[in-house]
């Protein structure tokens, strides 16, 4: 028994090592973006309209400092619009928003409460965007999340981005705030590494990933390719899902910004449950992926993360040190250029001290996404 455990074990050591190889590889062929930072009449003499759009629940501490911060562009205010859509939210969001639209005549609000009854569809937020879509005056729709901060450059960039490529869909990085705390280091680094799969995989035209907190999508590929209809019963996945749409649909005309002024600052979870349930969230939709890629390399990442608890349970010790050991050592090799793009080198000190957790949460998160309810925004989600 000991012995074939030991080839599983080798196997998937190996094929982990070669798939996080190819990660690191793809990632170190990006080249950034060479976009200007400063305005002038040249670069904008066809600005591209874009309509920001914030689906918004419950997000009074948040959504001030988001609007802010997209106020502040770096871009004609007569070439963006923001729309906040608010998700029945119990809490002040709709009146902070309200008294900054008095202010700002670029900004809208839609109440999701005007169209949809509170327990009528399951996923909130894609008939949230779709709605702001049919609303929006932009030929181009940016999303970000209510509990971000954008950069100043960020739509100045995207433009320069859509002018030069022509794309139809442009993903773009995402990075937890750094704080203090245990949970938001073990968050930092585990994102590190989802961010860094992302812009390797799509720089290379491989995989469908995105994150809704920092994307682009041209308004009239959205109505191309139906919108979110087919995925519109599933409860998350509103940027993977869209995106694999359009890249199948649209000629592959699918774009990342890698560029360190594009970088969109997000809120960690602020305690272990809200961790495991946006992580549950997150792995919920993996059984609905078109992109049998992310299957397959979802299932290796699992399974190999499963055998480390199998060796323990079979005492075999020995083997579990030594894929452990491996696990490290091509995991910080492929992060090491990940970490300089965020400027998080320093937090790499720390990854080998997580392992045990990164390994327990990655069993419990993939297996209780398919079978579990969540808990996410106050709602009950299955």
């Not at 988001?66 to 906040?84: G, M, V």
């Not at 937020?125 to 971000?148: L, P, R």
Request: charged share 15%; with cysteine; hydrophobic share 50%.
């Amino acid at each position: 028994m000991h012995t074939l455990l030991d080839w599983i074990v080798a196997i998937l050591t190996i094929l982990y090592a070669v798939l996080l190889m190819a990660y690191r590889y793809w990632f170190g062929s990006l080249r950034y973006f060479k976009g200007e930072t400063t305005v002038n009449k040249e670069l904008l003499t066809k600005p591209t309209f874009f309509s920001v759009v914030i689906p918004a629940r419950n997000e009074s501490e948040n959504i001030k400092i988001c609007i802010d911060s997209i106020l502040a562009q770096n871009y004609p205010t007569d070439f963006f619009e923001i729309i906040i859509i608010d998700d029945f939210s119990e809490d002040d969001t709709a009146l902070i928003v309200k008294n900054l639209q008095e202010q700002n005549v670029n900004m809208h609000l839609l109440s999701m409460a005007d169209y949809f009854k509170p327990n009528e569809i399951s996923s909130y937020k894609k008939k949230a965007i779709e709605k702001a879509v049919q609303h929006a005056k932009g030929n181009w729709i940016v999303t970000t999340d209510a509990d971000c901060i954008v950069p100043p450059n960020w739509l100045l960039l995207f433009h320069q981005y859509i002018e030069q490529h022509q794309p139809v869909f442009v993903a773009a990085p995402v990075m937890f705030i750094k704080e203090t705390g245990v949970l938001n280091q073990f968050q930092l680094l585990d994102f590190l590494a989802l961010q860094g799969i992302t812009a390797a995989a799509v720089g290379a035209g491989k995989h469908s990933m995105s994150n809704g907190a920092n994307l682009a999508f041209e308004k009239s590929a959205f109505i191309a390719v139906g919108g979110y209809q087919g995925v519109d019963q599933i409860a998350s996945g509103d940027d993977m899902f869209l995106m694999h749409k359009m890249k199948m649909t649209l000629s592959n005309r699918i774009g990342y910004l890698f560029h360190p002024g594009a970088i969109v600052l997000t809120k960690a979870m602020q305690n272990w449950k809200e961790f495991f349930m946006q992580r549950i969230r997150w792995s919920s939709k993996a059984r609905f992926y078109d992109d049998r890629s992310i299957f397959w390399v979802l299932l290796l990442v699992y399974l190999f993360n499963f055998s480390f608890l199998w060796m323990l349970f079979m005492g075999h010790y020995g083997s579990l040190l030594i894929a452990l050991a491996f696990k490290i050592f091509f995991e910080v090799f492929f992060l090491d250029p990940v970490a300089k793009f965020y400027n998080l080198q320093s937090q790499l000190r720390f990854f080998a001290l997580y392992q045990p957790l990164h390994i327990a949460y990655t069993i419990l998160a993939g297996l209780f996404g398919q079978v579990k309810t969540y808990t996410w925004k106050g709602r009950r989600v299955k």
